[in-house]
């Protein structure tokens, strides 16, 4: 891993804060996780465009332009040298500023299907990519220690929002469905909407609605496209992924790799 804090490269023990700052004490700042594909940064700019977009929300001043932290990212990636790495970028109030990157290792298993759990809970401010990020922390983890691989959110009346880390999409027929309220509008999704060879319809759904869709996936900054083949206990298209998802999924990773 190498981090850079306030543009200068320091040791992992060295990236500290003070106990008395205020994203320790109370959550406040903002960040971005962002990935390389083949040594070069998928998105970056749009990625920076959000992250000032969340600062200016819970109004944050970002100590520096977005084109210094362009260079900065691409600074770190190439010191680092691997071809898919994984970075995070982080702003406080204490014009503390750090971005750190390390290996992107590969898992191929997420192609097969993923199993994800219902959680009843809703995000605050779902659209700002804050510090404060407990809430999804905890549906996550709950959803992990269960032996899934994502948290999916639903509110009290059992419509679906977003996943803990990850957007949400379905088929209905020939329509790709998502839902557009009360979410973060992931990078990711924006792109594999732009990419759709399927009309893109933004609509709202419940669970047992979700259930009955052979196709559905979630998308990740990390990750990409990943089928969902189970949600709870009910199986989604006899556990495999379906042909739309995998023409979606072929589609993205000639996006992302320029071919």
Known sequence: MLILKNNRIIRKNNATISIFSEAFMYGFGVFETLRTYNSKTFELEAHINRLFNSAKEIKLKIPYSKKRIETMVKKLVKLLKFENQLIKIISTKEDLFIIS??????????????????????RKLPSIKSISYLSSYIANNEAKNKNYYEALLIDSHKNISEGAYSNIFWFERDKLCTNSKNILHGITREIVIKISPFKVKYKGIKLSSLLNKKEIFLTQTSKGIIPVVKIDKTIINKGVPGHKTKELIKRFSDYALGT
């Open 101 to 122: 990157s390390k290996l992107k290792y590969k898992e191929s298993l997420i192609k097969d299907g993923v199993a994800v759990k219902t959680i009843e809970l809703q």
